[in-house]
């Protein structure tokens, strides 16, 4: 009584409209890439309108359906515009995934206003935006999901990151408390939270892959007790599972994806 009829370990999302920004860097391709070939119709947004078009691309030649759009998540006048234009070709959304994301490293007494602002604006703004505008559409149709990607570094105190780690973990409470909103209607809002992730932000964080499996004492980082690097499809598997229907009983989590590197947290 009350059981799913699951036909295999495998989520779909078939018949579903998904919408991911930040799609154009390594962790969300990876997204679009899952989201699609579970059977999602994905619009994918970023800034970067070459290669977001290039991921859009590849993903049409492989048969799924992806649409690219140019979006700057920092404007919610056109986050606004871009989901009516999404909306219209692939229907309400279903999955929103929040990846846009930011970094910028360096001491806290040094590090410019202008700095910090910026990455609030994409890091956080850019989720309240994305996510409320999504939200407005689900609730008339009481479901959908809404998946934020975040950092580990939103629990764990990271030197040299503390803008990056508070837009984070700003972004990371605004999730989990958009869910407690939403959950009357049947919308679930949770958080996976990466750690070292082979990416190219992995190194602008002034990180090799190494240093990053070993720890860093000097800025007392633990390392990784797995001993791997994530790849951005270990990232994207997490939002596939927490978007499909295995995980309808799953709400206003974080789920770290770090192979162990936040177990102080």
Known sequence: MGERNVASDTPTLARQAALVTGAAGAIGAAVVSALAQAGAAVTAFDLDWPRVRRVAADMTAAGHTVTARRLDVTNPWAVEAALSLAEAEHGPPSVVVNVAGILHRGSTVGFSEEQWRSLFAVNTDGV?????????????????????????????PRAQLAGY????????????????????????????APGSTDTPMLHQAGHSTSSAIEGVPEEYRIGIPLGRIAGASDIADAVLFLASDQARHITMHVMPVDGGASLTA
Do not use: D, Q, W, Y
């Not at 869910?179 to 919308?187: K, R, T």
């Open 128 to 156: 309240f935006h994305l996510s409320r505008a999504a939200a407005r559409r689900m609730i008339p149709r009481h479901g959908g999901s809404i998946i934020t990607v975040t950092s580990n570094a939103a629990v764990v």
């Open 165 to 192: 780690a508070a837009s984070k973990a700003a972004a990371t409470m605004f999730t989990r408390c958009l869910g407690l909103e939403l959950a009357a209607f049947g919308i679930r809002c949770n958080v996976v």
